[in-house]
C-alpha cells in the first residue's frame, strides 16, 4: 500500500508566525499536488510540483518537491487567519490510469 | 462556473432506508470518484469511474453502489443505510487522464440516526 504520511496532524500558531508542514512516502511520484479545504466546502487545487527539487510560490505559500518526488514541503511566511484550513497533500504516479493518493491531512488555526 | 455539483447538500435518513447521491461535473472530464470524509480518517474511496461506461471499488465500498449514467453524471446509492455510514461524501472529476488533480464538490452531509 502506497502512503503519504503528513504531519503534523494538527498546528495552531498565531497570527504572524512562519509555519511548515510535511507529505512524505516510500514511493516516489511523478507529480505531487496539495490542496486546501475549508470548512464546509471540498477540497480546492492550490499548486502541482513536477520535478524534483521544484520549488513553486503562492504569495506567502512555498511549496517544494522533494529531489528523489518522495516528499514534499508547505511553508507558509507571516500565516494570517485566511490560512485556517485543511491542507491534503496527493501524489500521482507515472502510470495516467492510477489514481492520486491522498494524505490524512494537515489541520491548520491561525489566531488573530 | 458550476464545476463539480453535489445534491442534496444536508440529508438526515433512518437506519434501513435508502437514498442516492448526484454529482454532475460540467468540465468534460472523464474519471469521476465518490469519497467519504471522516474526522481522523482523510479521504477515502469508495468508488470510483475511470471513464464512462466503467466503475470500480475503491478502498471502503462495501454498502454502496454507484452508477455511471453518462460522462457527467455519477450517483452513488446507499441502498440500506447504517449509523456507520453517516459521513460527509465527496464527488470529485480529473481531466484526461487518473492521475491528474481533481475537482470536487462542496459536499453531502449525511445523518443516519
Known amino acids: 500500500t502506497q502512503l503519504l504520511e503528513q504531519s503534523p496532524q494538527f498546528l495552531s500558531i498565531q497570527e504572524g508566525e512562519n509555519l511548515t508542514v510535511y507529505c512524505n512516502s516510500s514511493s516516489v511520484f511523478s507529480s505531487l499536488q496539495w490542496y486546501r479545504q475549508e470548512p464546509g466546502e471540498g477540497p480546492v487545487l492550490l499548486v502541482t510540483v513536477v520535478t524534483g527539487g521544484e520549488v513553486k510560490k503562492l504569495k506567502r505559500l512555498t511549496f517544494q518537491f522533494g529531489d528523489a518526488r518522495k516528499d514534499s514541503s508547505l511553508h507558509i511566511t507571516a500565516a494570517q487567519p485566511g490560512d485556517t484550513g485543511l491542507y491534503l497533500c496527493?501524489?500521482?504516479?507515472?502510470?495516467?490510469?492510477?489514481?492520486?493518493?491522498f494524505g490524512k491531512g494537515t489541520r491548520l488555526h491561525i489566531l488573530p | 462556473n458550476a464545476g463539480v455539483t453535489q445534491t442534496p447538500k444536508f440529508q438526515v435518513l433512518k437506519t434501513g432506508q435508502s437514498m442516492t447521491l448526484q454529482c454532475a461535473q460540467d468540465?468534460?472530464?472523464?474519471?469521476m470518484y465518490w469519497y467519504r470524509q471522516d474526522p481522523g480518517m482523510g479521504l477515502r474511496l469508495i468508488y470510483y469511474s475511470a471513464s464512462e461506461g466503467t466503475t470500480d471499488k475503491g478502498e471502503v465500498p462495501n454498502g454502496y453502489n454507484v452508477s455511471r449514467l453518462n460522462k457527467r453524471e455519477f450517483s452513488l446509492r446507499l441502498e440500506s443505510a447504517a449509523p456507520s455510514q453517516t459521513s460527509v461524501y465527496f464527488c470529485a472529476s480529473a481531466g484526461i487522464n487518473s492521475n491528474q488533480p481533481q475537482h470536487f464538490g462542496d459536499g453531502t452531509r449525511l445523518s443516519i440516526l
Open positions: 496527493a501524489g500521482a504516479k507515472q502510470n495516467r490510469d492510477d489514481k492520486i493518493i
Open positions: 468540465m468534460n472530464h472523464n474519471s
